[in-house]
């Protein structure tokens, strides 16, 4: 979604610096199965190529089509469309029938959005986050972080959405092993801020590692002081052995994270547990710890294990999004 979401920037800035114009559609609030979830973003130029997604299918095409038209006709109206996903809804079918709905805006920009495109651009790339502001007044964002994000919805002329762009989803990936490298890939990919830590400080694959955005040498008896890590982010323990895959377990697992798993066979596990119930750990303390980590698909490589982590992780980030809660946006 970072990546889509980016070129929809990087396209954006690139017309209005020509001068030209452009119609924004932005996914402002999805339920159900809806195939475009909140924050999803595409642009329709003046000659008619696309970037990014608003969840595909005839709805996409629909909508696309009417950009096209505002364009041509050089309407400068915001258009608010609700689409429901489902062939008995009385108003407002989308043509597609997976169920749910979502709200899309159809926004004009011109060049005098360029500066706002910009800033949003910066923060989609890393740098300093900002609140991305819609309503019917246009596109604009600011420097407040705090405020709710969502749609606030009273009428068609009486809305406002905004939701802060630039803050990924951590992941810290304890052990620079060979899976440790193929994990990190696929997180970056996946718009994740990879954190790596290991006690070896010539390790090839550490060397090798040009994903994760931070690597971090660390003695693994020290790692409860020197993780810094919230309730928000995602741990991953995967070091190079029984021993000190469970000394950073025992000193992790009393923190609250948003996800922790530690890598390791059935076998493993089960003599972990085995040894803790000997020491007297209520089970309890490791209830909610993934172990063995990933979904169960038989993964052999390090990059089909890595593939496995990297789902489980997906679903826990996004397991309770139609409940209301949105993970941390790309």
Not at 105 to 120: F, I, R, S, Y
Not at 141 to 151: N, W
Not at 170 to 192: D, N, Y
Not at 245 to 262: A, H, N, P, T
Request: hydrophobic share 40%; net charge negative; proline share 4%.
């Amino acid at each position: 979604m970072r990546a889509s979401r980016c070129v929809v920037w990087e396209q954006l800035e690139a017309v209005l610096s020509e001068g030209s114009r452009a119609m924004l559609l932005y996914v402002l609030k999805s339920e159900g199965s809806s195939p475009g979830r909140r924050g999803f973003a595409m642009c329709v130029l003046a000659d008619g190529n696309i970037r990014g997604t608003i969840g595909g299918g005839i709805m996409e095409h629909k909508l696309v089509e009417l950009a096209k038209a505002q364009l041509a006709s050089r309407i400068t109206d915001i258009i608010l469309k609700e689409q429901h996903h489902t062939k008995d809804h009385p108003t407002d079918r989308s043509g597609m029938i997976c169920s749910g709905s979502q709200y899309v805006a159809l926004v004009p920009v011109a060049p005098h959005d360029l500066q706002t495109v910009h800033n949003l651009l910066t923060a989609c790339q890393g740098e300093q986050p900002v609140r991305l502001v819609l309503g019917p007044s246009g596109l604009t964002c600011s420097e407040d972080l705090v405020t709710r994000d969502g749609l606030h919805f009273v009428s068609l002329t009486d809305w406002e959405y905004s939701e802060v762009i630039g803050v990924r989803p951590r992941v810290h990936i304890i052990g620079a092993g060979h899976v440790g490298l193929a994990l990190s890939e696929l997180m970056a990919g996946l718009g994740f801020y990879a954190l790596i830590y290991d006690d070896r400080s010539q390790l090839n694959t550490l060397e090798q590692n040009v994903f994760a955005h931070e690597k971090h040498i660390v003695e693994y008896h020290q790692i409860g002081g020197v993780l810094s890590a919230n309730e928000d982010d995602y741990v991953v323990i995967m070091t190079f052995g029984y021993r000190t895959d469970k000394l950073v377990l025992e000193q992790l697992m009393g923190r609250r994270f948003r996800y922790i798993g530690m890598m390791g066979s059935d076998q493993k596990i089960a003599q972990m547990k085995e040894d803790w119930e000997r020491e007297g750990v209520d089970p309890q303390a490791y209830a909610h710890v993934h172990a063995p980590i990933g979904l169960p698909i038989l993964s052999k490589t390090a990059g089909e294990i890595a593939v496995s982590i990297a789902a489980e992780i997906i679903r826990e980030k996004n397991k309770d999004l139609p409940t209301g809660r949105t993970s941390p946006n790309l």
